[in-house]
């Protein structure tokens, strides 16, 4: 732009704009300086016409300050432009400049902070050697250098929340810390140092990992370390990884911050007390070996927002003559999983007492490692005795279910009557055992999840999963495993998949595994002719995947 293209309008009262190419300075002048006259605000009040003369006098001026206008917001809109590129050019340089200075820092002596950074530690035997002679070195080989790291790291980062971990990375007995009169002994100087920084900051702290046991925190003062009552204001995630489940007498200060804290997610290593446990916020809850259902049952109660509910490695030891359990409604909680060693028939007590109105999906693994299991009697498990009626009471929500039963039978009525009230299923997964006297349960169940063209509109309804869109089938055979039965059994499938693609399309992802017992001693089973065109034939009609495997170790694989 030229110097000359720079100048608008009077010169009489300049304002300075900076043109974006030859940098010179504009004259503009506003529309608020306008050399047009004013109206006459009585002109305004007056009841009598304007004159012609009058009329082409606004005409002319408004004409004028019309031109004007729209040159006012040329530059407005010119000036934005640049104002835009000036910023990104900013934030451009800011960029280069910490990265330089970066760079410099760390061109800077590199070994001098590498020293203060990382002490010199002794040998592996040498510390296993020191920890016979003093049990409580916990925290003692923390050096004033990684104190100070420490504090400097939370001095940098302002007021932004904090994740915290304090983890026992050795350990120590229960009664060892009865032994200890004080947390300095217990940690030494440093680790004592570190700590009660820490702690001093949980009022920003959002994810707290803990699993120090209570003899620790007992030992601690809360005034000493300046932290006030309800000291977790802002913590949303709580993990107690503690291998006890006793809280001593002088760490409820501790205790009382957690109940009042906004905890929405929780974490429980182990299952016991539960006064100290917050309730009205909790809306994801994972427990690691879970032994007393009566606890959990009365705890699960007390949680109306619940939303996911996971239980790992499920115990049963005090349930095989225990009584019906009071049921209870977890209106809100939508996902659920369970994780057990144990055959499935022993939760049945617990599906019992669990009314779920808003589930919507589900994952229950029993029975552990199939491997683990050889040479055990396959147990029959009925799914109408107390499963299927907790499914439906959450018939119409729920999407995803998957059950994988190695060491259980299923019959195929059960099982039919199972998916019978899932009429918006979504995904389903299905992963049980066979014997010579439970047969597999998947032609029953693709006869009746196979549209037909020749029923009439009252049967459709009948189908088993309309809305079915991924399904799996896993099933464990044992030595008696029979070729021919594979095959046939495939060929079921097969029929099924085809018809609903062809019907509506919906099913995109379809799977189908055997596994045999022992070791393998017959040829590997090959995927007959006729099944493998049917399979190649389904990629043309735009499944996205399917997934075939024949026992026998042999992998027959077609990924869409």
């Known amino acids: 732009m030229k110097p000359a293209d720079c100048r608008y309008g009077s010169s009489d009262v300049p304002t300075s704009v900076s043109c974006q190419h030859c940098r010179n300075v504009c004259d503009f002048t506003p529309p608020s300086q306008s050399l047009q006259p004013t109206v006459d605000i009585q002109a305004l009040r007056s009841n009598s016409l304007p004159s012609e003369a009058q009329v082409a006098e606004a005409l002319a001026h408004s004409e004028v300050e019309e031109a004007e206008l729209t040159r006012c917001r040329e530059e ?26 970066s760079c410099v820092c760390l061109g800077n002596d590199p070994d001098e902070y590498s020293l203060v950074i990382y002490s010199d530690d002794p040998p592996m035997s040498s510390s296993d050697s020191e920890l016979e002679d003093d049990e409580f070195k916990m925290m003692k080989r923390t050096n004033e250098k990684h104190a100070a790291l420490v504090k400097l790291y939370l001095k940098n980062s302002g007021q932004h929340s904090l994740n915290i971990d304090l983890w026992e990375h050795v350990d120590y007995k229960w009664s060892d810390y009865e032994e200890i009169g004080d947390a300095h002994d217990a940690l030494g100087e440093t680790g004592f140092s570190v700590f009660c920084s820490l702690m001093q900051e949980i009022y920003r702290c959002a994810e707290f990992r803990y699993s120090y046991p209570d003899n620790l925190i007992a030992l601690l003062d809360p005034e000493d370390m300046n932290i006030e009552e309800n000291g977790f204001p802002l913590l949303s995630s709580f993990y107690d990884h503690r291998d006890t489940n006793t809280i001593a007498s002088n760490a409820q200060w501790f205790w009382k911050s957690i109940k009042a804290a906004p905890i ?55 349930f095989d003559q225990s009584p019906p359990f009071r049921p209870i409604i977890l209106p809100q909680l939508r996902d659920l999983v369970i994780t057990t060693e144990w055959k499935p028939p022993v939760l049945d007590p617990l599906f019992a007492a669990l009314a779920l109105p808003a589930l919507s999906s589900l994952k229950l693994t029993a029975g552990g490692d199939m491997f683990l299991y050889r040479g055990f009697a396959a147990e029959p498990w009925d799914l109408s005795v107390a499963f299927s009626p907790m499914l439906r009471h959450s018939s119409s929500p729920l999407r995803e279910v998957e059950l994988h039963l190695p060491i259980s039978t299923i019959s195929a009525t059960a099982a039919t009557g199972m998916l019978r009230v899932l009429p918006n299923l979504t995904h389903l997964t299905l992963e049980y055992r066979v014997t010579q006297t439970e047969p597999s349960v ?96 389904l990629k043309a009609t735009g499944i996205q995947r399917c997934h075939i495997r024949l026992p026998t170790y042999l992998w027959v694989e077609v990924e869409i």
């Open 442 to 537: 998947i032609p029953v169940l693709c006869s009746q999840m196979q549209p037909t063209h020749n029923v009439d509109k009252t049967s459709e309804s009948e189908i088993l999963l309309p809305c079915l869109q991924h399904l799996a089938f896993y099933e464990f055979w044992n030595e008696g495993c029979d070729a021919d039965r594979c095959i046939s059994t495939t060929g079921h499938f097969l029929d099924m998949v085809e018809a609903r693609k062809q019907e509506s399309g919906l099913l995109q992802d379809v799977s189908l595994v055997f596994y045999k017992d022992g070791q393998c001693d017959k040829p590997p089973l090959s995927l007959p002719e006729g099944l493998a065109s049917r399979v190649t034939t």
């Open 264 to 318: 929405k997610h929780l974490s429980l290593y182990t299952f016991g007390r539960l006064d100290y446990l917050p309730c009205n916020h909790i809306q994801s809850l994972v427990i690691q070996n879970p032994d007393h259902w009566s606890l959990l049952l009365n705890f699960l109660a007390r949680l109306p927002r619940l939303e996911s509910l996971t239980l790992q490695r499920l115990e049963h030891r005090e």
């Open 76 to 101: 407005i809109r010119r000036v934005r432009h640049v104002l835009a590129q000036l910023e990104k050019h900013e934030d451009a340089l800011n960029q280069r400049i910490q990265q330089r200075r």
